[in-house]
């Protein structure tokens, strides 16, 4: 059967743009041995392995197999060694002592994010304070920091730890931390000088997320002001394999500096024909791996989000099932933001012997991780974006096409451990139209965290020295909302923060949620609020199952609340709060034990802040009206009034919508008014999470938005 691949012939540097390499330093790979033999090149995906690989094919690693074992102290010494970036230590530790500012390209695989924070730390920039490396996202940052415990042969959390939101795992020992940027974010509010640290790598650079490109504005004043007053200087390093370093580098004024060398090469495949199903496109692509690529060649699949991976993962296994099928004999995982965090990690183990892996992921495992085992990625070429408009003040989710830069690091999923192959559902011609670099965060998000966080530190977003400039639209849309929750007085010369705002900021949580803690003990419901904001920054707390449907619906109808979603939830938590033997409790109800006991772990940090703040702790007892009155003081731009067609249309955005199969209230009873945690706009648009409310009660809580807003109030 003729395959319907064909071999690119494109570099994925030249992708980037023309004017990639202008203003680099190369640091030629320094190979064992001791000269620079000159030979290091970048790797051209057509299948031709690069001159590194030689040497790797000397140490024997081309032919390395994750073992199901820990590889041994001596084995990670080899591959450490193998590691391209590990030849221009010594040239790269020269540099940073030369300079405070410097941005690093190298390509996907090369050592970056584990080896560069362990060169810094056996040269000891760990003793005058912490080495912090951000990662965009939690899975990176914790299994990285595991990766990196291990390569030191310490314990986590020792001299290697990691911190992600709610969660820390360090000790005072703790020299080298792998974080969140939205948690370095944090931090610098407590200390805009960032004296806990003496060198700062923001990884992954090229993702551009909100906390990121707020980070880069944060460590270069942090550096100027250390200078002014005379302090340990703060180093910064900046990396990607896949960045603008054109314009990183005017932004930061320095140079950028090319690491050469790939570990093993990735061979890229291009679909010869356009696709009109990628999800066809790419089950047929993995029939054609599992019939012709060894069992222990594992795959990563791409695809957009939680039910089509599920959906997929269903038909995969199905197939399996089918004992004459030729997909038997793979173990499939699922790998998306909303899975429990124990569920994430499960793909990070190898598989069974003689079975095939096969990750389905969206782009949470597009840059950064390394899932062992992986020679193959199918690359179906799009994403979920979320995209916020401040028109409307809504998100809204779109399946679109994915960028270059992605694409590329995609590909770089394969060929971490051995040689590998990327398969693209797309043609070469219709990857030339993708657009260059994803649209920085920070251009289509909701700014209202981000404007009073750096208010906080002293910062108005609208003179903050930004990459690039969020639209003048969405910092008025965040302005104006953070003054309609009293978080901030916008009045001229310039806005600033009141001392509501700072408390808000004291939560890691959305301003709209530290609102409703706020507020809480005024309408005696604190203990509940605690309850409801935890569980609502957790994942979802609910089981699904597709064999036990019906089981599940009937053990979550238990807990139902006449009163909608969030009681609903509540009465969930309450019960689970009460139980002893959590895990059986967990199971029989069909609830996630994990989240549960996270929202748990949460509720216990809300707690400790509110106290902090002196808020009064009490309780609404069975009046739960009191916390469906506190809802609306942070959510009051989530109501949504029932049409005639039994659509909804929310008072603010003007959007119809229905309620969300999850909702305890589809399908049955549909309240005049409701208030909503969530939109989502998509093909079909949904409000999740949503409780009924009685119009009287908007004068009465929030009498400024009950003038402004369009609902019709009998008296
Ligand atoms: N958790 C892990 N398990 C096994 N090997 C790993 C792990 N993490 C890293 N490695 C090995 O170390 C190599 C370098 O990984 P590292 O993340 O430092 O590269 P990088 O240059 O930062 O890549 P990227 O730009 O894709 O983030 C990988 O190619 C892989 O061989």
Known sequence: MESKYTLPSKSPLKTIGPNIRNGIIPLKRKLPGGENN????????????????????ANGHQQHQPSPSKPSKMQLEQQRQALPVTGCKKRLLEEIHKTDTLLIMGETGSGKTTQIPQFLLEAGFGKKGMIAVTQPRRVSAITIAKRVAQEQQCQLGELVGYTVR????????????????????????ADSLLRNYSVIMLDEAHERTVSTDVLFGVVKMAQRKR???????????????TMDIDHFGQYFGVKGMYLEGRTHPVR??????????????????????????PSNHDVLIFLTGQEEIEAMAQQIRQIAKT????????????????????????????????????????????????????????????????????ATGLDILRVVRISQAQAWQRCGRAGRDAPGTC????????????????????LRSNLCSTVLQLLALGFDCKRFEFLDKPPAEALDAAYKKLESLGAIQNVAPKPTITVLGRKMNRFPIDPQYSKLLLTASQFGCMEEMLSLVAVLSSENIYV????????????????????????????????????EKIKLWCHDNFLNTRNLSYARDVRKQLLDIAEHLNLPINSCGDNFDQVRKCLLMGLFDNIAELQRDNFYLTITGRQRAKIHPSSVFHGKYRPEYILFSEIVLTEKNFLRQVTEISPEWVAEVVPNFAHLSRIKVST
């Open 323 to 390: 004992n004459l099928s030729s997909i038997a004999g793979v173990r499939v995982f699922p790998l998306y933001a909303q899975l429990p965090q124990n569920k994430q990690l499960e793909c990070f183990l190898p598989a069974p012997p003689n079975a095939r892996k096969i990750v389905l992921a969206t782009n949470i495992a597009e840059t950064s991780v390394t899932i062992p085992g992986i020679r193959c990625v199918i690359d179906a070429g799009f994403v979920k974006r979320r995209i916020y408009s401040p």
């Open 227 to 241: 200078k002014l007053l005379n302090l340990d200087p703060l180093k910064v390093i900046v990396t990607s394999a």
């Open 38 to 57: 000159g030979n290091a090149k970048i790797l051209k995906p057509n299948g031709v392995a690069a001159p590194a690989l030689a040497t790797n094919k």
């Open 268 to 293: 890229v495949m291009h679909a010869k024909e356009s696709q009109s199903d990628y999800l066809h496109a790419t089950l047929v692509t993995l029939f054609e791996i599992h019939r012709n690529t």
């Open 544 to 579: 699904s199952s597709v064999e036990k449907r019906e089981q599940a619906a009937l053990a979550h109808a238990k807990f139902h609340s006449k009163h909608g979603d969030h009681l609903t939830l509540l009465n969930v938590f309450s019960a689970f709060l009460k139980t």
């Open 423 to 442: 398969y693209r559902t797309y043609t070469e011609q219709e990857m030339k139209s993708f657009e260059k670099m994803p649209t920085p965060e920070i």
């Open 166 to 189: 709610f969660e820390d795992c360090t000790t005072p020992k703790t020299r080298l931390r792998f974080m969140t940027d939205g948690f370095l974010l944090r931090d610098s509010l």
